[in-house]
């Protein structure tokens, strides 16, 4: 199994709402991500979690917040968003060597966000 | 921060042409990779180079790490309708005692092939 499953994989919410995008791998990775995609534009790293321990938050807005539940589950949880937060938000996995991450991700669908 | 120039921005080919982009750093970088986005889809791994001066073949592909490590480029041969997409390289850092986790992406090359 070499995938990372994305859901939902369109979302439609209201500024007032609150939604969660999950994410799921079970290619044995230690490594997850949360990336933030705008059309024709590359990833944007949003958060890292290493060994299910947040290891990099790129000073993204409290109004997202990730949950790595276990190795293999990754969760963005999303309250009082903006219309500028529509987007694609993408989830990765990697392995983590004893030399460090191989900085091969594997990248999920994504899931296409739209803001109201 | 480290930034990478990719180009170029776009290319119109007729199926069955060669393609060839390039990425280029002001800094060094310890591994470098190729990535290929579909529309609706998230990006695919093509290619990943970890010594300087090596050449790698992925089928039609063959891609680069520069000798200066400032550099890379990609080759696609004999097109096909199917390599349609944005490719994005990527570098990453790796430095002692330090997270190794952050991926510099390139901005894109979108490349459109004509049957």
């Known amino acids: 199994d070499t995938e990372v499953t994305q859901t939902p994989k369109h979302l439609v919410m209201g500024m007032t709402n609150k939604k969660s995008l999950k994410c799921e791998q079970h290619?044995?990775?230690?490594?997850m991500y949360w990336y933030k995609q705008k059309a024709k534009k590359p990833p944007e790293l949003m958060f890292v979690?290493?060994?299910?321990?947040?290891?990099i938050n790129e000073s993204v807005p409290s109004r997202f917040s990730p949950e790595c539940p276990n190795s293999s589950l990754l969760n963005l949880h999303l309250h009082a968003l903006q219309p500028e937060d529509s987007a694609l938000y993408l989830c990765?996995?990697?392995?983590?060597?004893?030399?460090?991450?191989?900085?091969?991700?594997?990248f999920g669908e994504g899931s296409r966000l739209t803001v109201l | 921060g480290q930034q990478l120039n990719q180009s170029p921005q776009s290319m119109f080919i007729q199926e069955g042409e060669d393609v060839s982009m390039n990425c280029t750093s002001s800094?060094?970088?310890?591994?470098w990779l190729w990535y290929k986005q579909e529309p609706g889809e998230g990006p695919v791994l093509l290619i990943a180079?970890?010594?300087?001066?090596e050449l790698t073949s992925n089928g039609r592909l063959t891609a680069q790490f520069g000798i200066t490590r400032k550099d890379s480029f990609l080759n696609i041969s004999a097109s096909i309708p199917s390599d349609v997409g944005i490719y994005f390289c990527?570098?990453?850092?790796?430095?002692?005692?330090?997270?190794?986790?952050?991926?510099?992406f390139g901005k894109g090359t979108l490349l459109t092939v004509n049957p």
């Open positions: 990765a996995s990697s392995q983590v060597k004893t030399s460090g991450n191989t900085g091969e991700l594997f």
């Open positions: 290619m044995g990775h230690r490594a």
């Open positions: 979690y290493s060994y299910e321990k947040l290891s």
């Open positions: 800094s060094i970088f310890n591994t």
């Open positions: 180079l970890y010594k300087a001066g």
């Open positions: 990527a570098g990453q850092l790796t430095s002692r005692g330090g997270s190794n986790y952050k991926l510099t």
